[in-house]
């Protein structure tokens, strides 16, 4: 038995999880968050760690290609790195802190749709991602004393596939 989750109503990405999955939908529509804090989309929680899991998908076919252009490079130069998802990781981490369910590691997974790029737009993305991602969790402002992630991913929807067991399609490439 599986449970089918799409992270907005216009989302072109769907996860299928068995109902077995200790999972939620942390930045839920209609959801009251804490002034100013930003959420990933979802958490999974395995059995040696929790996964926060950041979807950001440029190749939507709701996205008009100027917008895809325009999100390549600010995914190039660092800008959604550094005002999207380090926030997002920290805020996320700080919730899951102060509600106590900080038991296991955190991995932040950030998956990127980059199929509708061309293979040097994704390789001009992807290379050094990771790490640039990893430093600034790690390093911004003053440095935090806790390292409160143990290890991060960029994934692109068909490395997702080959890390999960949980698929993850691209609703108009199956219509």
């Keep these: 038995m599986t449970v089918k989750f799409k992270a907005e109503d216009t989302a072109d990405l769907e996860f299928e999880f068995p109902k077995t999955l200790l999972w939620e939908e942390l930045d839920a529509k209609g959801k009251v968050l804490p002034q100013n804090m930003k959420f990933?989309?979802?958490v999974i929680e395995r059995e040696s760690d929790i996964l926060l899991v950041e979807i950001k998908d440029p190749s939507n076919i709701h996205s008009p290609e100027k917008e895809q252009k325009k999100y390549s490079k600010r995914l190039i130069n660092n800008s959604v790195?550094?005002?999207?998802?380090?926030?997002?990781?920290?805020?996320?981490?700080?919730?899951m802190h102060l509600m106590e369910r900080d038991t296991k590691p955190f991995k932040?997974?950030?998956?990127?749709?980059?199929?509708?790029y061309d293979d040097s737009v994704q390789k001009l993305i992807l290379t050094g991602f990771k790490d640039r991602l990893?430093?600034?969790?790690?390093?911004?402002?003053?440095?935090?004393?806790r390292k409160y992630?143990?290890?991060?991913?960029?994934?692109?929807?068909?490395?997702?596939?080959?890390?999960?067991?949980w698929p993850l399609t691209r609703i108009s490439a199956t219509a």
């Design 81 to 95: 790195l550094k005002k999207e998802l380090t926030p997002k990781a920290r805020d996320s981490y700080s919730y």
């Design 40 to 42: 990933v989309d979802i």
């Design 108 to 116: 932040y997974i950030v998956l990127l749709g980059l199929d509708a």
């Design 134 to 145: 990893m430093a600034d969790i790690q390093n911004e402002g003053q440095g935090w004393k």
């Design 149 to 165: 992630i143990k290890d991060c991913a960029v994934l692109t929807v068909e490395h997702w596939n080959k890390a999960f067991d």
